[in-house]
Nanobody, 124 residues
Framework: QVQLVESGGGLVQAGGSLRLSCAAS????????MGWFRQAPGKEREFVAA????????YYTDSVKGRFTISRDNAKNTGYMQMNSLNPEGTAVYYC?????????????????WGHGTQVAVSS
């Protein structure tokens, strides 16, 4: 079992920044990839970013490349996502997820544990 708890969401103006955190407990966090997904109102949950078990490889959806940075601290069992230059399209609930694999992927089905999400709202 893995418990994931997101934090760091909030309300920010367009152009602003937020840093999301994902605290993990249970299964050995450092052995598995983790990802961030988001779900806007009325839309499907979509992939945002992923990082492999060691942190050496990252993967982003095109719309956030150059603005978001995913990272992890395995010693603290915590993952992060720094979000810069936010725009209103970034308004969503953001979820972290722990993968079944050690490699980073964008495929929802490869993630077996999910947090409850943290709300991000970006005002124009």
């Amino acid at each position: 079992q893995v418990q994931l708890v997101e934090s760091g969401g909030g309300l920010v103006q367009a152009g602003g920044s937020l840093r999301l955190s994902c605290a993990a407990s249970g299964r050995t966090f450092s052995s598995y990839a983790m990802g961030w997904f988001r779900q806007a109102p009325g839309k499907e949950r979509e992939f945002v970013a992923a990082i492999n078990w060691s942190g050496s490889r990252t993967y982003y959806t095109d719309s956030v490349k150059g603005r978001f940075t995913i990272s992890r601290d395995n010693a603290k069992n915590t993952g992060y996502m720094q979000m810069n230059s936010l725009n209103p399209e970034g308004t969503a609930v953001y979820y972290c997820a722990s993968s079944l694999r050690d490699v980073a992927t964008s495929i929802r089905g490869t993630y077996d544990y999910w947090g409850h999400g943290t709300q991000v709202a970006v005002s124009s």
